[in-house]
């Protein structure tokens, strides 16, 4: 199996502990970005996974480049420029203070990326599944342009197609999102989604799909994803409802639309250790359930069983094996395993 | 605004992460003292907050007043001496034990201070607001004096006066901080206390205030603070009650008694990082939000929301902003924001 | 009061904070070990207490011999060799998944011990009590006869023996280890297991003791309990019932039967710090409280008071004192001690 | 005696101990910028220095101007914006391998000042000195014409003005160099620069000034301060010498052209913790021994005995006393002061 | 080009800073091996370096791998066992104190790797070059026979091969080195060893080489070479001369035998900031340098100038790119680069 | 052999790396005291070594005799009080700053020792030697009567007795330091100073005994240790010099009178990791050297070595053993071992 996935490598900078940036005498590097991040899950699954991006030359470039390299990511057509790294801080949160992301991104070696860094049909041949997230368009310059050409080759060369909407209001506006992701969603065979987004940036009207109490209203969320399905022709649209509890617990649920039905899988609650990153294992772990045969529940529990696993891994990437994902869904909580 | 406080400010020494003193081979350094940290609270929310202490030349009391710069206390009235600076050791609690402080502040600059090194009507002058704990007279020497003269020009010039009875059993017996405090109690406007303390320090009997299960009982809690605001003529009186669930975890109230009415708080359950501080944070939020011209059911909410910020902020400062404590009074939990 | 231990001494190394192994970068270097941490528990508790071992001569082994020392322990009796330190790494566990210890003690100092290396009539020469658990005589070699040659011995000087049956299944299986233990159990006077352990590796048919819900069935654990009394004749049989809700966070709960009668104590529900060495913990505290003639009851809740609080201290070592035992037990939940 | 200063103040991020970036999990946050360093400085000797610069809003721009604070710059005069904050990465060098700063500055807030932003007049009112560094028009924009501006306010008010040319070949050409800074150099009373950078910059022929060997040719570095003088009527010109021996090792030599005489300090040959900032401090500490009326042999031996000191300060600023200074001047190397 | 090499890598522990082993309270985790280091070193000079290995398939055994794929070795030939990873402690020495390697590597998964696990002639398809060192075959088991096996593919083949001699005295006695190593000798093309290793290992009678003052005496090291060239039929012999000033400085040397001429390098006198791997790294720039066609003179150059800067990298590995090699030979001892 | 040591333990506490105290987020906690010191050299070379001391009950004062315990120091006769630990914070230095100790040790359990702490008849029984510094007398209150009973003891059980003078500054002045030590000087058997101290307190006028370039006058020094030893009767004489190059490096030498022969040690130069405790390590080395009954020549240098390896030792104690310190001598420098 070789999933491609295009995007961003940024570098995170946080924190030790739970200091607020204004404490911060020392800030924690990782790496991450929304496709760099399903592409590392999909590698610790065993999946043959490439990132296609751009990274400048310098030795903060190289280090992004090498984190990838670590985790068994195919880095081969990250290409490399003269520009900047790509930079987020997060700030943890804590019992009534949300955690909070200050993106320094703008003229990065990613932003500036040209067409003709990318030869799609080389870079796609042989793959199985092409995966990309909203934050890519919404970086602009024209990476719409080029994701319209990455789009085009799978097409062209039969790849199955998978979107992440992951809408970032400091990104783009809902409008902008939009009249941007339109032209592209034909190409999508399954999206990926939280049930808010969904129905924001792609207008779906169907009513409040929480409850009170936080439960989700099932017939709602159905409703949306099969109006989605529809009018779309996606063959499959994932949901994640997420609620927030504290910045150290939350719970999660999810619902894949599939074969004109809607599967819904448990929820999870959480003690939360690295919330970031977590609706990119839930991308991974469907696509990997998808590429592996495995029957819609088992691909919605599979995407939902790494997504909560993801909330206990420091850093964007979940660091998790298949295993272990499918460890979670046999055994449930376990003491010390020796 | 600009309100002037009167204390120690001491270094605190606690272990990493979870270490037991026994176990610690190095301690963080933070600062804190309760007026210190009222301070440092009020000028995160914008006002123009002086310290009045007493620390000592060497490079420990310079580091402990640039900790005060550095989140822009004004400290033009520090007082510099030859003596100790102030020490406290905070050891972590876990469940089932408590976390511990261990005072090494005896013989401190402030401890040693004169009444000559403070000229209150020089230093009061154009202040809004004097604000004062229990632990300054708790002290002895000649700081109830100072106290003293400090009220005594708080009433010259008219600046309104709390007091925050914060009692520490380890610093003084209630007799003593009954005979001593009593003197001062006709200059204060607003008295600041925890349910206990109140009740015990200043002899008030209205019966056990909480119920079984933690819930408070307001109709006691009422009539303690009705009966100590006409009995020293208080303009208001507000009382907040902890509820400790173990050393991570609690519960946190308050009520304020203001223009003959009680005026209660809803109870926030939190995950605690820091606990220290959190009744300086709930002070510093009442003096604000007053100095605003707000409503009592606003100012009680305004400083326990404060409060409740206090215990995810690691050491003794509550480093949150004005609108940090109103999104939270607004918005209640969220997810990342980014 | 002196007790008398014999087992093996580990370097733990574990990641900081909650990293996997695989993102660790430098690891945290504890000391731990069945036997050791009953008997550092119990020189925290003012008890003069022995470690009977084997460690290398070289810088590792004469840290791990230092660890002890710190702590209190008597290590007269540790003899030394050429061989390795034995080691394990310890990985943090999240939601959903579980810690996880990675053994590397294959080929120890102590692995390697010889029966020439113990004169226990001289070792055990006014000892009160002499403490075993079954990972030892599970390393395999000849310790299980120097096992028997200990017991032997504390036959004839009368001294009184427990047995914790520390069942580990990565060590040896379930039949060897009944093969290996039998002839060692008419030794014992007190046998403390966990329930799952001791139905299983003594093979006590009693059905289910875990009700739905994590509840205990008590009946049932307690016919556990007499079974075992009855068929070795221990005086007691102590049984620690845990219930995993994550990897930070569970319950425990006890029965000590004794007198011919079955005492429950409380259940603790805790966050926890380090879930490693509590079952030490209960060990040393049933011994402690034994020695001291508390009563059944005493004796259990005791131990599962330190138990519960060896949970909130970072390492395998139980670095509590008999009173902070006591103050939990008496006085439960508190806030700041100052 | 108040100095006023003018630059940017940037967040400096760099790894632990000796590791290069391509190995940091972790990087170490200080700040630092030209002439923020020598306000710090001039802070550290008793001078009331003030920063006038421009800073985000967000949590790393308070952070940045909390740390001026800490160390008791006057940040009255730093305006907010909206933009990010500058940046560098500085990767510590060894033996054969140089420390290398890489530059993520562009765009900042200070990039984006506007003359508007700066009322010199009122800025520079009461002030005795105003000091700039060639870094602050090398990063274009206006920053030129405020420049401009704020000399012709220091020649209004009759503000002494110093000049450390500062050459950064990163950041401008050195024609683009002469010709931004020729304009203001008419305004100047004091020059500072090292050797190379005086001759190439300013294109003055004086041949090699360093002798094999790494001694100085005091001939023609007196010629080159003395043509530097008469060109730009300089009241003072001084140059340093900078010698390399390594990452961590190498000698700093410095000579003062004042009352037509070439006064030249010792030098000193220092194992080095932290290069960055060192010119800084012997700028600052040129300053303060002119304000103070020290003779050109003090003042140079003052200024040079600072940068000195500089080496052994972790971070850009140099937080040495004046008195520091002094008693290494007076007392040379000791042993341990207790 | 592509280099193959075979060797085993470890898990290396070292204490923060300073510390003895006696005092830490934690470890920092590396990788390193000398034959993983030669390959690392490769990869950063942009050579296609392949690790011919065998790891565990636990956690710490995909650590390794993955230390080697982050800096960008080939890995697709290390083989994966049951057994333990090899470890090394290393107590970093100071002033009349060495620093101390701690080996606990016995019975890893290199050291049971079998003939079957290796397809030599698939391995090596399309190499220039073998590199091995004399701590494989060491190891013992069937380790000698895998490395006949490879060399003679590397025969077959037309493979270059270099050989380090790297004798460790702990691994095995002279005697056993020189049995096991003499049938390997007559495929090897390139010999590299420090001058007192060939001498005693390969048993060369020349005398003293090292001349009072630590001086190399050119002479009777050029006899050595030659010696070895000729009976062995060597087409090169790399000697590298070590001298120890402390373990925080020292001073190398080397000289290169080829075309029937000594290329003596100039001497590197350094502060060192790790010093393990620097022999490795030497090898590394030879291989670099012969592969690339560079005369004899420049070979020894580039491999010592490459050894030099390997004392300046924390760990085993050199993380320095060509360029940086190539700068200290050019440029020598230069400032911050900014 | 037993060797009694009677000094108090302090906790100690200084900034990681090179960090000033100003600067310091935080402290690394490290345990000291000149007898102490003594002790746990004693220890690692093997010798029974007991300190006695005064600590106070709390975690701080257990965390201190851990340290103690750990080393292998008896500590039965450590007496334990109410009052607080004795600190100190240390500074490092850097070039041309020295390192700086603040003492904040007034007050301490130790200061408030009373006579009856201590029976010394028991103490010393089958001990070979006692140890004292003069820091001990000039802590004052009763500590100087505690010292006539300890060597009034030593005089009726024959237990030989050394002094180091150690002379502090900050504790008392020249003349306090005379009148306290002149009535303890007769039951010396062999002094301990360094050159200075011995000269000043003791007022002996015998000329610079330092000659330009920090060499020592042999002869004078010579006269300086024949006086002493007539004057008082002193077996030996120790005389040490230090020669500070900077704070991170330095050198020393020794000389031994005994036998009516000056003895002189070779001497070191040497970087500095930690320079605290190096007296008290040349104390140890002799008196370890000196029951041994090595010869007085090599005593010096086994005391001088040891006092070395010191300086290469984070922290006050000398953790060394007897095999390092003579293959010091042995073996001068060597690279890594293994």
Redesign the interface.
């Known amino acids: 199996m070789r999933v491609v996935t295009f995007g961003e490598l940024l570098m995170r900078?946080s924190p030790?502990?739970?200091?607020?940036?204004?404490?911060?005498?020392?800030?924690?590097?990782h790496f991450g970005g929304a496709e760099a991040n399903v592409a590392v899950s999909l590698a610790q699954f065993g999946v043959e996974a490439t990132l296609v991006s751009r990274l400048p030359q310098?030795?903060?470039g190289?280090?992004a480049l090498?984190?990838l390299?670590?985790?068994?990511v195919d880095v081969r057509y990250v290409a490399r420029g003269d520009e900047?790294?790509g930079?987020y801080?997060l700030?943890p949160?804590?019992?009534?203070?949300?955690?909070?992301?200050?993106?320094?991104r703008?003229?990065s070696a990613f932003a500036h990326a040209q067409r003709a860094d990318f030869d799609w049909l080389a870079i796609l041949a042989g793959a199985d599944w092409f995966h990309l997230s909203g934050i890519t368009p919404a970086l602009g310059g024209t990476l719409p342009d080029i994701c319209a050409d990455a789009l085009a080759a799978c097409h062209a060369l039969g790849v199955r197609v998978s979107l992440d909407l992951n809408y970032?209001a400091?990104l783009w506006s809902r409008d902008t999102a939009f009249a941007v992701l339109t032209p592209l969603l034909p190409f999508v065979d399954v999206l990926i989604a939280n049930v808010e987004h969904a129905k924001e940036v792609l207008s779906i009207t169907v009513g409040e799909t929480e409850l009170s109490g936080g439960e989700i209203n099932r017939a709602r969320v159905q409703t949306l994803a099969q109006t989605l399905a529809e009018r779309y022709a996606f063959s499959a649209v994932a949901l994640m409802q997420?609620n927030?509890?504290?910045?150290?617990?939350?719970s999660i649920g999810a619902m894949l639309w599939a074969d004109d039905t809607a599967h819904f899988s448990r929820t999870?609650t959480?003690?939360?250790?690295?919330?970031?990153g977590s609706g990119d294992a839930f991308a991974a772990g469907l696509i990997y359930a998808t590429l592996g045969g495995q029957s819609p529940q088992e691909r919605v529990d599979f995407a939902l069983?790494a997504a909560?696993?993801a909330?206990?891994?420091?850093?964007d990437f979940n660091?998790?094996s298949a295993a272990?994902v499918q460890r979670?869904l046999d055994c449930g909580?376990?003491?010390?395993?020796?």
Chains 1, 2, 3, 4, 5, 6 share one sequence.
């Open positions: 900078l030790f502990g739970q200091a607020r940036l204004l404490q911060a005498e020392a800030l924690r590097a310098h030795a903060l190289q280090a090498n984190a390299r670590r985790y068994g900047r790294l930079l801080f700030e949160g804590a019992h009534g203070r949300p955690a909070q992301v200050l993106y320094d703008a003229d970032r400091a997420r927030t509890h504290s910045a150290s617990s939350g999870y959480m003690q939360i250790v690295d919330r970031v069983a909560c696993l909330h206990g891994i420091e850093g660091l998790v272990e979670l909580t376990e003491d010390v395993r020796r």
